[in-house]
């Protein structure tokens, strides 16, 4: 998400080191490790409750789903193999639906 590589870490925890010094340093490393926790907690309890309150019917409802990447990754680059095989179905059959030809 952030791209941070090794360099990009030290970095960081040199100016910690230098904005904070190293008595406060590691009490605002657990700070920051509690604020994230607790950030973490808010957002389960938050997508808990809103799979609880869309009901039965949504049981399989994915919230990463939502995500307008994975919305065009599962309906339409998906689609495409589900439609050729559909595609040759009607095209082997002579009337081009997919239906068997009765004779009157």
Known sequence: ????????LLVLAVLGLVIFGPDQLPKMAGQLGRVI??????????????????????????????NPRSLVRKHLLDAP??????DTQARSH???????VTAS
Do not use: C, Q
Request: without cysteine.
């Open 1 to 8: 998400m952030f791209d941070l590589s090794i360099t990009k």
């Open 37 to 66: 926790r607790d950030l973490r907690r808010m957002a389960e309890k938050a997508r808990a409750d809103l799979t609880e309150g869309l009901g039965p019917e949504f049981t399989d409802f994915d919230i990463a789903d939502l």
């Open 81 to 86: 193999g589900d439609a050729d095989a559909t």
């Open 94 to 100: 002579p009337n081009g639906t997919g239906d068997s």
